[in-house]
């Protein structure tokens, strides 16, 4: 089955640092890759939409300048977050698709900012 | 906009029992809804999905019953287990672009 990879699993950091996320497809070409963010006992919040080649379409409120994503080829997607501040400790979650319906997620990096 | 809503937040479930989960939704455009299984501390893992042209979908234990009329679809876990304890996402998606939009959540509690 299709599997992706996420790392790391969980990060700390120092305010003011940059973290870098990466989330690999292992087994297939995705053709979209989705970044998501979620807060304790909440759901997926979508933050972007990559697709390799092409810049990431953000969701509204997502500050393209502070999460930089880089979709450089059909198995890797990061995720950079920039100038890290408290506020921006989550959990992120990846996302690979190769079809509409044929989504798979990777297991999410904790990120701490301290 | 929510576009998918969820019901209920929470829910506890007696080993052996039935758990009933319920989605609807407000875009007509969707047409296809998957449910996502959650652990803590980990990403969602797909567990059974549905595309309109049927009205319901077994696989094992999981079950999704579909209402078009009504934009409404429910998971069905028979013979819950405790292992089953975890947060359960309704999803959507449709030919207007190929993102999920995600149900608020449930989290299941089977007590032994």
């Known amino acids: 089955g299709a599997v992706v990879s996420q790392h790391p699993s969980w990060v700390i950091c120092k305010s003011g640092t940059s973290v870098k996320i990466e989330c690999r497809s292992l087994d297939f070409q995705a053709t979209t890759m989705f970044w998501y963010r979620q807060f304790p006992k909440q759901s997926l919040m979508l933050m972007a939409t990559?697709?390799?080649?092409?810049?990431?379409?953000?969701e509204q409120g997502v500050e393209k300048d502070k999460f930089l994503i880089n979709h450089a080829s059909l198995t890797l997607s990061t995720l950079t977050v920039t100038s890290a501040h408290p506020e921006d400790s989550s959990f992120y979650i990846c996302?690979?698709?190769?079809?509409?319906?044929?989504?798979?997620f990777g297991s999410g990096t904790r990120l701490t900012v301290v | 906009q929510q576009q998918v809503k969820q019901s209920p937040q929470s829910l506890i479930v007696q080993k052996g029992g039935i758990s009933i989960i319920n989605c609807a939704y407000e875009?007509?455009?969707?047409?296809?809804f998957p449910w996502y299984q959650q652990f803590p501390g980990k990403g969602p893992a797909l567990l059974i999905a549905?595309?309109?042209?049927?009205s319901e979908k077994k696989e094992g234990r999981f079950t999704i019953s579909f209402n078009k009329s009504a934009k409404q679809f429910s998971l069905h876990i028979m013979d819950s287990q405790p292992g089953d304890s975890a947060t359960y996402f309704c999803a959507a998606s449709g030919n207007a672009g190929n993102m999920l939009t995600f149900g608020g959540g449930t989290r299941l509690m089977v007590k032994p």
């Open positions: 996302s690979a698709t190769r079809t509409r319906d044929g989504y798979t």
């Open positions: 875009n007509t455009a969707f047409d296809y």
């Open positions: 990559s697709n390799e080649g092409s810049k990431a379409t953000y």
């Open positions: 549905i595309r309109p042209d049927v």
